[in-house]
């Protein structure tokens, strides 16, 4: 018996991440539909491709196509690039928990988001805080599969530049030689070993809803 394909929808394709992520789920044959919702086109050409484009502090609008099986939600900021504490919110909190509420009411049963290490909505500082108060607001809505994603520092290149940001990776490519044991987690991470995770969880599953940065690895690693 044929399984029927699934439609994958993904939030932050543009970014680092959520590209790398599309890219895998454009060549996954478990997938017949990739949907994406940004402010600007991604510029690829893919019959599995459908973009919808506009405001994404406004996401209730796309409700009718926000249709699927799976939401891949790679929404995140910086503080270099949204200096400003309530754009930056809007963003980082706004946007998952306005996905994850249309999750809900569209019966879409798997959620999985990229968060951060360190994140908690008790934490005195605000960055922390944010995404803290974004886990607590995708899980009060229970959606049947959710998954949170905490990894360390992201590295890999950007177009956009970011000076302080690329001096700290170089910084960390030395500390992650001597972080190891339970220090492991706070190595910087890959990209590819985030949308590789993702991906494996979204058609496996995994025991626990937060998925630190070590064990992110890991399930990469395992997938390969």
């Keep these: 018996m044929e399984t029927q394909r699934k439609t994958a929808i993904v939030l932050g394709a543009t970014g680092l991440t959520g590209g790398i992520l599309l890219q895998l789920l454009l060549a996954d044959d478990r997938y017949e539909k990739v949907k994406l919702f940004s402010r600007s086109t991604v510029g690829v050409s893919h019959d ?26 790679c929404i995140g900021t910086t503080k270099s690039k949204t200096p400003n504490k309530t754009v930056y919110k809007d963003i980082d909190y ?14 879409i049963p798997t959620f999985l988001v990229v968060s951060a290490m360190g994140a908690n909505a008790k934490s005195s500082v ?10 607590d607001a995708v899980l ?25 940001e690329f001096l700290f990776k170089q910084l960390m490519k030395v500390v992650n030689l001597v972080l190891a044991g ?9 990209p590819e070993a985030i949308a590789e995770a993702m991906l494996t969880v979204a058609n496996s599953g995994y025991e626990e809803r937060i998925i630190e940065s070590d064990e992110i690895k890991k399930i990469a690693t395992e997938s390969d």
Excluded at 94 to 107: D, E, Q, W
């Design 48 to 73: 599995k491709l459908e973009e919808h484009l506009g405001d994404l502090m406004q996401l209730e609008q796309f409700k009718s196509h926000f249709t699927g099986d799976e939401v891949f939600c």
């Design 94 to 107: 706004g946007i998952p928990t306005t996905a994850v509420k249309l999750c809900r009411s569209n019966g």
């Design 126 to 135: 605000f960055y922390n805080r944010v995404k803290g108060e974004m886990e």
């Design 140 to 164: 009060a809505e229970e959606i049947m599969n959710t998954y949170i994603f905490r990894p360390s520092l992201i590295g890999g290149k950007r177009e956009e530049k970011r000076m302080g």
């Design 182 to 190: 339970p220090l492991e987690k706070y190595r910087s991470i890959k």
